[in-house]
Nanobody, 117 residues
Framework: QVQLVESGGGLVQAGGSLRLSCAAS????????MGWYRQAPGNERELVAP???????NYADSVKGRFTISRDNAKNAVYLQMNSLKPEDTAVYYC???????????WGQGTQVTVAS
């Protein structure tokens, strides 16, 4: 089993910044992709940003230029630096990891990000 622990959510004013962290532990043989999804009330879960094992990244159009994803392979950790936050970024943010040869997916418990206007 793999456990993910997230931190860094909270309440921030529009235009502010937050940094989310997610650390994976447990039976980890190899981590493929890592990343972040988010889900706002009444909306489907949205892929925010993934990062591959060799550092390739991708971003949802809504966050390009404002969010930066990074990972520390030695710590099995992934981070999401969120700048110029907008009220529409308000959501629960979930980290995920894609592990092993069969691409098993594991999820964090979610962390609330609230952006006040």
């Amino acid at each position: 089993q793999v456990q993910l622990v997230e931190s860094g959510g909270g309440l921030v004013q529009a235009g502010g910044s937050l940094r989310l962290s997610c650390a994976a532990s447990g039976s980890i043989f190899s981590i493929n992709a890592m990343g972040w999804y988010r889900q706002a009330p009444g909306n489907e879960r949205e892929l925010v940003a993934p990062i591959t094992s060799d550092g390739r990244t991708n971003y949802a159009d809504s966050v390009k230029g404002r969010f930066t994803i990074s990972r520390d392979n030695a710590k099995n950790a992934v981070y999401l630096q969120m700048n110029s936050l907008k009220p529409e970024d308000t959501a629960v943010y979930y980290c995920f990891v894609d592990v092993g040869p069969y691409h098993s997916l594991y999820w964090g418990q979610g962390t609330q990000v609230t952006v006040a206007s």
